[in-house]
């Protein structure tokens, strides 16, 4: 059975930075869109940010864009989140999904939990002074 593994979240200073790390094991993350989700206390989980098989299909979030960037590398079997100019708002439970196997290569969604089956446990990020 293959599982995602988050790693990276810890707690860090407003305007720092912080990159996610992403890593499937038991499974080949070529054939997968990647969703990165997140949940903050006493708040529903929020789409931040995916990227479609290809790489070439990014989209983030309003409250993340131009701050976060997502980026695949699947030689290392990974999908990474760089998150700079961090806010306290973006203080959360970070989790990476993975879409249905072989899933459209030019498509990945924010919007719908459901397109992504497959979750980590996620990784905490605290954003405070």
């Known amino acids: 059975q293959g599982q995602l593994v988050e790693s990276g979240g810890d707690l860090v200073q407003p305007g720092g930075s912080l990159r996610l790390s992403c890593t499937a094991s038991?499974?080949?993350?070529?054939?997968?869109?990647i969703g990165w989700f997140r949940q903050a206390p006493g708040k529903e989980r929020e789409g931040v940010s995916c990227?479609?098989?290809?790489?070439?299909?990014?989209n983030y979030a309003g409250s993340v864009k131009g701050r976060f960037t997502i980026s695949r590398d699947n030689a290392k079997n990974t999908v990474y989140l760089q998150m700079d100019s961090l806010k306290p708002e973006d203080t959360a439970v970070y989790y990476c999904?993975?879409?249905?196997?072989?899933?459209?290569?030019?498509?990945?969604?924010?919007?719908?939990?459901?397109?992504?089956?497959?979750w980590g446990q996620g990784t905490q990020v605290t954003v405070s002074s």
């Open positions: 999904a993975a879409s249905g196997f072989g899933t459209t290569p030019t498509l990945c969604v924010l919007d719908r939990e459901t397109y992504y089956p497959s």
């Open positions: 038991g499974f080949t993350l070529d054939y997968y869109a």
């Open positions: 990227i479609s098989r290809s790489g070439n299909r990014i």
